[in-house]
């Protein structure tokens, strides 16, 4: 048996199709000159036979006649336009196909149905492989395997052999899409789906769609069900394919859009269709329950088609019977999101309401209404009247729906109150890509429990949206006049404390400062300006500022810049800061067409949520932002576009803690998957990697995943002692595990993040072994305050500097540790003060460390830091003299450790050393001082027990001990007084803390 195409995808492919109930005949089986032919030519694409069969089993009633018009319209498709004709015949599957015939000399009209949706299993299924095409004297084509239903082509499936490097996936999809198309075009007539498969991969998708759209299919009966012990490929064919998924497929998940004469199909992705079929399926339990009214959540992240899923529910929901034609109401909480989710509606053919010209009472006579409808509105539109208490009833009908499309901000307030007032019967469905979890607010509490769940990760695997990267380009403000404060007092001098307060609180807001600060805001146009074009990359850019009018300077600025793109403003109320402005429609449709020469769109709150525009690559942010707002916004660029491998947010004003500060008010899930500074996260990853691996020299645990259950146990009570060998040790490994987390959960899109993920695995099991063991944790530290909304005022600052920190910010967020390889990386970056103050964190941060044991050595390194440094404050030394010294200074603690080392003591017998060493006169032979330390560390070691709370007594304690070991080794007190306090405040640094 050979190791082909035929073997490893076409053979499998086939016994899958059999094995869901599919009959199999080869190519050749059909062909005319077969002992059974069922085609009289090789340009016949329709089985004629089967396809006769079937409509009149299914349409029992009908004469012949119409049954021949029926076979005459599905095979006299002649325009010459593919996409039309794929279109008419679809409506004509889905709808049946209308036919006229007497009855008694009578004309009478009806429908033929093709497929019998509603028994899925009485359609008559067949797959083919090897199935020869050829249209007049046009070359011969044989696509690898097509699906017939009825004998109508659905599908056509293009198998490619794994074992070729050569045979790519997107050469079969070019084969099918390109050369298939283009030869057989009669095939293509009937096709609903077209799937790319090998035995590793497969992707299915539709006429007109790019290779970008075909997708994975990675469910069977429901989602995540798929455990990956099945092909992708027999996952795709068993789950798509499966009969009466596949009729639902084409029923309920294919759409067609004609946007701006442009005709272009759409079928539903695997997370869609599970999605939408779980919250069909949740809502024909709610909906008649007098007692239920939340259907659920669906938790889809951004750009995975959200509104095109609510379409497909509202298609699939308004078909059952068993809803009685029920109300749908669509609620957004802004005007712009309201449109366009309208947009999409009637783009895609379902008859919908847009309320936006109506007012408040309006809306209540639209949605009182007998049955039936799509309505779009805001929920601002659900307000009372000056004259009521309560939003009065409007409907009371139990089959009314209410889907909500993230609203976050209305969502647990009076006015989803009053929807509930005025739809007391209605049932519940949410939509979000971030749902929110606190004490107050809760998207699930809102809307029942999540239906379907798809997120960050899954979404990227799966090539719905590209991964997000982060750059850090901070725009650093510094105060130019100190006598500022001074200043403003004077100003203020004979105004009311009042008056006083409030000017200062207007203008120490950050909004006040960017606004007025023309030094920085063209420092930051030319940088987006040369960014932008060093991006090779084909798209489009977005900046968001603060404030409306900080935008309209921004993008002054930008334009005032002669190598800079096509730039506008696009903010609300245009007219109040631009002569004859164009219409923010007009460049809405200009920026969502990739041909245009408008490259760059400047906005404040505009375009930020549920804005699609996939050519979006970049998004510059100079604007605070945080929570559900944060995370939209950046949403903009993970939108797939041809070969763009991500979207780009690159951050002037520092938004990275508020990032993490929005994914914690939401799932974990969500929270691993952190945005990206790439380079720098995988080098940190993979030192925090090593930093934990080396807990673990002593134990093999290369292999664990495949290690039994009992072998497993073993191990991991082995490494877990390792741990805890130590209390200190068991500290540093929760530290240092705290730091791995972290860093390989920025890097988890990235493929760096996959070499450790074992690693990660077992050393995360060794931390919940001894958690179990104790489970005190380590509280979450203090998180910094966002100093600049606080401290920054508008006169007297300007632009400081403009750097690139790609990651060195690392060293301020953790506690870093001396190293050459950190030494190195200060040396190389560009900017000399910010080398200042990475050396200095680094030096802070490591005296405190060790001050904390070695009180002599380290005050005094602590005193010449801070020395150095207030000379570099008030200039008498230059940056580069500081940064010298600062080097020097961490030389000198290397030193140390190597000292340490060299005299073979440890931390607190070299702190008793240097105790004494620092605080004397006398000459002393080492080998006495190092048996003093050795000795006072081993005597006044058992302190540590003592009750610490009545200090006096215990510090007596250890001084008669200091004086008697002193005594002991040949020191008079007399000469060597001057050494005992300083020994006792070293160990009472070491020994005191526990009850301070």
Known sequence: MSMNEMEL?????????????????????????????????????????????????????????????????????????????NKNF??????????????????????????????????????????????????????????????????VLEMKDPTNPQASMGNAYKQVTDRYVNDITELFHYNELIGILDMNNARLGCLSAGWEWFSPWRY????????????????????????????????????????????????????????????????????????????????????????????FYAKKIKQESSMKNPTLVFLTDRNDLDDQLYTEFRKHGLDAEWADSDNRVELRDRLDREAGGIVFATIQKFQTTDDEVQYPEVNDRDNVIVVADEAHRTQYSTLAENVRDGLPNASHLGFTATPIQKEDRSTINTFGGYVSQYTIKESEKDGSTVPIYYESRLAKLQVNDPEIEDRFNELMESKSDDLKQEMKRKWTQLRRVIENSEERTEMIADDIVEHFNDREIEGKGMVVAISRQAAVNLSRKIRDNPDAPETRVVISGQEDFIEDPISNEKLKR?????????????????????????????????????????????????????????????????????????????????????MLDIEEAVKVM???????????????????????????????????????????????????????????????PNSAASEIRADLAFFEAVLGAINSIDNSGNPDEVEELDSAMKELVAEGVGIEDLVEVTGFDKWEKEKPVLSDEFLQDVEEVEFENLQVKMLRQLLENEISTRK?????????????????????????????????????????????????????????????????????????????????????????????ELDWTNRDKIRAEIKTEVKAVLRNNGLSLYKHEDLVEPIVAQAEAFYGGAAA
Request: hydrophobic share 35%; charged share 30%; aromatic share 8%.
């Open 9 to 85: 995808s076409e053979r499998p492919a086939l016994q899958a199709f059999q094995d869901i109930g599919y009959s199999y005949k080869h190519g050749s089986e059909l062909g005319p000159n077969s002992e059974d032919p069922e085609r009289e030519s090789l340009s016949d694409v329709v089985l004629r036979g089967r396809l006769e069969q079937k409509l009149r089993e299914f349409n029992p009633s009908m004469p012949d006649e119409a049954i021949e018009d029926a076979i005459s319209q599905l095979l006299g498709y002649n325009s010459t336009r593919l996409l039309k004709n």
């Open 90 to 155: 679809h409506e004509s599957l889905v709808n049946g196909i209308q036919v006229e015939y007497e009855v008694n000399g009578e004309p009478r009209g009806d429908f033929v149905d093709v497929f019998n949706f509603d028994e899925p299993r009485q359609n008559d299924f067949l797959v083919v492989n090897q199935f020869r095409v050829q249209i007049g004297d046009g070359p011969e084509r044989r696509p690898d395997v097509v699906v017939f239903v009825n004998g109508l082509p659905i599908g």
């Open 220 to 311: 069977i009966d429901e989602e995540k069900d798929a455990t990956g012990e099945l092909p992708p490929s027999e996952v795709l064919i068993r789950g798509a394919f499966d009969k009466e998924r596949v009729l639902d497929l084409i029923k309920n998940f294919v759409v067609y859009s004609d946007s701006d004469g442009k005709l272009s199909k759409k079928l539903a992705a695997y997370h869609q269709f599970y999605a939408v079929n779980s919250a069909v399926n949740s809502s024909k339990e709610v909906v008649p329950d007098p007692d239920q009214s939340r259907i659920g959540l669906v938790w889809h992240t951004q750009g995975s088609g959200k509104s095109l899923s609510m379409v």
């Open 590 to 674: 200009r920026f969502k067409d990739p041909d245009d020469s408008f490259d760059i769109a400047v906005v404040c709150d505009k375009w930020l949520t549920g804005f699609d525009a996939p050519h979006l690559h970049t998004l510059y942010v100079d604007k605070p932002m945080k929570n559900h707002n944060l995370l939209q916004a950046i949403g903009r660029v993970n939108r797939v576009y041809k070969d763009k491998p991500g979207g780009l947010v690159v951050d002037y004003i520092g938004i990275s803690e508020r990032l993490k500060e929005a994914l914690d008010k939401y799932t974990s899930e969500i929270r691993e998957d952190a």
């Open 686 to 748: 993979r030192e925090k990697h090593q930093e934990v691996a080396n807990f673990f020299s002593e134990v093999d645990y290369s292999n664990w995943p495949q290690l039994g259950q009992m072998e497993r146990q073993r191990l991991l009570y082995k490494a877990q002692n390792e741990v805890l060998i130590t209390e200190k040790r068991e500290q540093d490994f929760r530290e240092s595990m705290k730091g791995l987390k972290k860093a390989h959960s920025l890097v988890s």
């Open 852 to 944: 904390k044991g070695n009180l002599a050595k380290y005050e005094s390194f602590e005193e010449e830091l801070e020395e150095t440094i207030d000379q570099y404050n008030e200039g008498f030394l230059s940056t580069q003299q500081v940064i010298d010294e600062l080097r020097d200074y961490a030389d000198e603690i290397q030193e140390s450790d190597d000292r340490q080392d060299e005299l073979g003591l440890s931390d607190e017998e070299l702190a008793f050393f240097d105790a004494i060493s620092s605080n004397t006169d006398t000459e002393i032979e080492e080998e006495k001082l190092k048996s003093i330390a050795q000795e006072l560390k081993q005597n006044l070691k058992d302190r540590v």
